[in-house]
């Protein structure tokens, strides 16, 4: 069986008791000043992140005008090369006539004056 505690021995340990409630409560001073420096912190990190972010979303913004814009210059850049090009062929196919029209003509010549050569130019005997 255990003695029973004198009172001395009882005044020691509500004395322990006392200095342990004022040492927890020193740290849950402690504790509480932490949460509201690191609360303040995530506060300030979250504003920091949320400009961050309009930062981003601007830039993004830009660079989608930008990429619009280039995407219709190179679409009227298109459009002008493919116009010259039609226009390049049409006169292609001029110019490809005009050379089949004059190798025939050159042709039908030649053989024009071949046929005169042959036929009509003969020495009589």
């Known amino acids: 069986m255990t003695e029973p505690a004198t009172c001395s021995e009882l005044n020691q340990v509500l004395d322990a008791i006392q200095g342990m ?66 226009d390049i062929a049409k006169r292609q196919a001029g110019t490809d006539a005009r050379l089949w029209g004059f190798l025939v003509t050159l042709l039908v010549a030649t053989l024009g004056l071949l046929a005169k050569l042959l036929l009509f130019d003969l020495p009589s005997s």
Do not use: C, P, W
Not at 25 to 43: C, G, S, W, Y
Not at 47 to 64: C, N, Q, S, T, Y
């Open 21 to 86: 409630q004022v040492i927890i409560q020193a740290i849950d001073k402690k504790l509480d000043i932490h949460i509201a420096t690191t609360t303040e912190r995530f506060n300030l990190m979250d504003e920091k992140l949320k400009r961050l972010e309009d930062k981003i979303d601007a830039v993004e913004a830009k660079l989608e005008q930008r990429i619009n814009s280039i995407e219709i210059q190179l679409g009227q850049r298109i459009d002008t090369v493919e116009s010259t090009l039609q």
